[in-house]
């Protein structure tokens, strides 16, 4: 049997890592995690990228379940659901629509007895998806929270931790709620975060919160992110013991509250290792915790690439070298008099592959892609893109340069030119960034 060419390789091998993703797909894991039928009802509220994937999967699995509910995921990234209505809303700057469905989720939760099921849908993207403002603050404060949480470089825990103390559903709010109610709550959570820690995932809106309000104040001081008064006012009174703090671990809140992890970034990466097996290629899972500033990482995984391919160390060709996890970007503060700089285009994806790019100058046989399983990688409409030996060669042709497109964090520009961009549209999942670097 002919081996594919390394092109369809690394991206058949991202669509192995989202089919283990997809709620809908073969792997039924939705319905492997369905708690037992209540005798009241059944209330499904949740949100995130796949939201409307993971609804569609509670309606299929239990057919015969009266089902009420709203959840919320991003614009185009829904489904025709029969029961549990779709809402569509902003991502990653929340809006009145996130607000509105968030506000309903609370009134249903308002309704419910000790009879009742509350069904947490959970994913990605949650955070800002299901925008509710803690009392004091509004929409507009969660706006700018999130503009001033994304240029500023934090990783997405860090940034999680001022958002549950901004918010009236994240941090275990959401569970609190419920526990009023003397109902049962259940949160199926699909992972887009390192070591899939349930009170990071969209903010934790059913899991206990082990932050506080003074690590929210000192993120806010370690990455220099400019908040409105309102907002740092709102932290320092809960800092000061002015305002309850969200509910920790231990708390009766969650004595009815049950959280599962159903799909993970690793089990992603491990479905992409199976295929390269399949194909004859020994497949290395480096893990789904990389965390760092995108371009840095790429020179460290080059280093190791190389090693693979001048030495046979510490695995010989043919091998894929597979990770996951959540690299950053830390953009440029900009003045009003640098108007004319070139606007950024792209994502961590994006920038990770055009370091890795350069770095790497055209090493034979080798190929890569970088892709967020969101279908979103940053500014634009891509997932990421793919590299191959030519990459550098090509783009030199039509004098577009690397170092000078990395340098304003235009990747996308990069990628786009030589038409090495990967599209895929909305996934309706999020297991987080997708990488790999075959070696033939």
Request: proline content about 7%; charged content about 20%; overall charge negative.
């Amino acid at each position: 049997m002919t081996r594919p060419d390394g092109r369809t390789l690394v991206r058949a091998s991202f669509d192995a890592a989202l089919a283990a993703a997809d709620p809908l797909g073969a792997v039924p894991f939705i319905a492997d995690h369905l708690p037992p039928k209540p005798k009241g009802r059944v209330v499904v509220i949740g949100g995130g990228k796949a939201a409307a994937s993971m609804a569609l999967a509670v309606e299929r699995a239990w057919p015969d379940v009266v089902l009420t509910g709203v959840v919320v995921t991003r614009y185009a990234h829904g489904l025709e659901t029969r029961h549990i209505e779709i809402v569509e809303a902003g991502h990653p700057v929340p809006d009145e629509a996130g607000t509105n469905a968030a506000a309903r989720m609370l009134e249903l939760v308002a309704t419910l007895t000790p009879d009742d099921l509350l069904l947490a849908l959970i994913s990605g993207g949650g955070s800002s998806l299901m925008s509710s403002p803690a009392p004091g603050l509004s929409m507009d404060h969660l706006k700018l929270l999130n503009r001033a949480l994304l240029a500023s470089g934090a990783p997405i825990t860090a940034m999680n931790i001022v958002r549950k103390h901004c918010s009236a559903i994240a941090g275990g709010r959401l569970a609190e709620a419920v526990s009023k109610r003397g109902a049962k709550a259940v949160a199926l959570i699909i992972s887009d975060v390192t070591g899939d820690d349930s009170s990071a995932i969209a903010s934790g809106p059913c899991s206990p919160d082990p932050s506080t309000f003074q690590d929210a104040l000192d993120v806010v001081a370690r990455y220099r992110i400019d908040l409105p008064y309102a907002i740092l006012s709102h932290l320092q009174r809960g800092a000061d013991g002015s305002m309850a703090e969200t509910p920790k671990p231990g708390d009766p809140a969650f004595a009815r509250v049950t959280n599962h992890v159903v799909a993970t970034a690793h089990a992603s990466l491990d479905a992409a290792a199976a295929y390269f097996r399949a194909q004859g290629i020994t497949a290395a899972v480096l893990g789904d915790t990389v965390t760092g500033e995108a371009r840095e990482v790429a020179k460290v995984f080059a280093a190791l690439a190389r090693e693979v391919r001048e030495h046979g160390q510490p695995w010989k060709p043919p091998v894929a070298l597979i990770s996951g996890g959540e690299c950053e970007v830390t953009m440029p503060v900009l003045h009003p008099r640098d108007r004319n700089v070139p606007k950024a285009r792209g994502g961590r994806c994006t920038e990770f592959l055009l370091s890795l790019a350069i770095t790497l100058d055209g090493m034979p046989d080798t190929y890569a892609i970088a892709c967020d399983t969101d279908g979103i990688d940053g500014s634009e409409d891509n997932a990421g893109a793919v590299l191959a030996p030519d990459t550098l060669a090509r783009a030199a042709v039509l004098e577009v340069v690397a170092q000078q497109k990395l340098d304003v964090h235009d990747a996308w520009g990069y990628f786009d030119a030589i038409d090495d961009l990967v599209v895929t549209g909305p996934t309706r999942t999020n297991v987080n960034d997708y990488r790999v670097i075959l070696i033939l």
